[in-house]
């Protein structure tokens, strides 16, 4: 019986260690081009600087509500290497946690799959965290709303599904913090309302990045081309 199910396995964790490998390669030329949690620079910055005075695709662009810098505020004022430690950290045990239901033969190539995005430091690891636990704790859709907001589907759902307890609870967490964020902060909220409205009416052509970063070189050399 051991036997059977190794064999009846035995592609999908061929493909998990394909995966794992392509995983690798791109994180590792992310981190050779721009050392780790690249993504989480942003975060970083946003207090260092005029908060939204960039554009969408423009390098270390903070592009998160005024709650989520206020969140990080305290993290961002220790040095940079524990800024981006914490958040590669949460990322990694994130993923680790979403994982756990798995055999460890298809979760650990599974988890250096996705090793690129627990190195860059982004928000996506949490976000799935939320997709999860935010089945049971409606509240917790606040953070996706307030970060990356497009994906903040959880609320669809319930309102598809007639629960409507739970839009409420979800609503009512984001609105909770959107009020504390602005009264402490009333200018950041106003500025990032620009902001969207500004580069709704200005994002006509793609945006975005490479899956795997280009030299400067190298887009030099193609857009001369």
Not at 38 to 52: I, P, S
Not at 103 to 114: E, I, K, R, S
Not at 177 to 191: H, K, Q, R, T, Y
Request: overall charge negative; proline content about 7%; glycine content about 8%.
């Amino acid at each position: 019986m051991v036997e059977t199910n190794l064999r009846t396995r035995l592609p999908l964790v061929a493909l998990c260690l394909l995966l794992a490998a392509v995983g690798l390669i791109e994180t590792s030329v992310h981190l050779d081009l721009t050392g780790p949690a690249w993504d989480a620079r942003a975060y970083w910055d946003a207090w260092r600087g005029g908060m939204y005075d960039g554009s969408v695709g423009d390098p270390g662009q903070f592009l998160y509500s005024p709650a989520f810098a206020q969140a990080v505020w305290p993290l961002a004022h220790t040095t940079w290497p524990v800024f981006a430690g914490v958040f590669v950290a949460v990322s990694a045990v994130g993923l680790a946690w979403l994982l756990k239901p798995l055999p460890l033969t298809l979760a650990v190539p599974l988890w250096l799959a996705g090793s690129q995005e627990v190195m860059s430091g982004n928000v996506f690891v949490p976000m799935a965290v939320v997709a999860v636990l935010g089945m049971r704790l409606p509240q917790l859709w606040a953070f996706v709303a307030l970060t990356k907001i497009t994906p903040c589907l959880g609320p669809v759902w319930f309102a598809a599904r007639g629960e409507w307890g739970a839009v409420a609870r979800a609503a009512g967490a984001t609105a909770a913090v959107v009020l504390v964020s602005a009264v402490l902060a009333p200018g950041l909220w106003v500025d990032w309302g620009h902001f969207l409205v500004d580069q709704a009416r200005l994002s006509d052509g793609a945006v975005g990045y490479a899956f795997l970063p280009r030299s400067e070189e190298h887009t030099s050399e193609l857009q001369s081309h």
